[in-house]
């Protein structure tokens, strides 16, 4: 009978009893993450986004951006800034690019010349038509595995957390 000789590599590993605990588990950052799988749902919502709207041109931050212009008249950019919590110079772009797209523009704001608001243009308002129904399609996608319920909850969870 042949007895074995342990190789180089064999014989450097220690042996493990069989309900020792992996030493590098400690390591595994990720399983019982929140942070890791906030960030893998985001991943998918951005790729579906892209996905099902990229051809429209708008990132999610624009299309927020776009969303807050619609629903609160006379926003300005600070507002607007403090609304997606991002910098002035952040904000100058976003509303720069919405803009030049011809999405929004500036209005002066009577009584006082440094300020301005912000409102969607006639073209901005077709947009948003259009993507309120394509939004429709989009939301029911990434959420096609979960019950009304289980999603209702997870909104009200997500709301928690992002607090």
Known sequence: MATRTPTA???RRPRRAAAEEDPLERFDFQRDSLGYALRRAQVRAYE????MLGEMDLSPARLTALSLIATQPDINQA???RHLNIAGPSVLKLVDAL???GLVCRLDVAGDRRRYALALTATGRSRMEQLRERLAVYEAK?????SAAERAQLLALLEKVGR
Do not use: K, N, R, V
């Open 9 to 11: 590599a064999t014989a």
């Open 48 to 51: 579906l986004f892209f996905e």
């Open 79 to 81: 507002a607007l800034a």
């Open 99 to 101: 803009e030049g797209a």
């Open 142 to 146: 990434l959420a096609e595995g979960l």
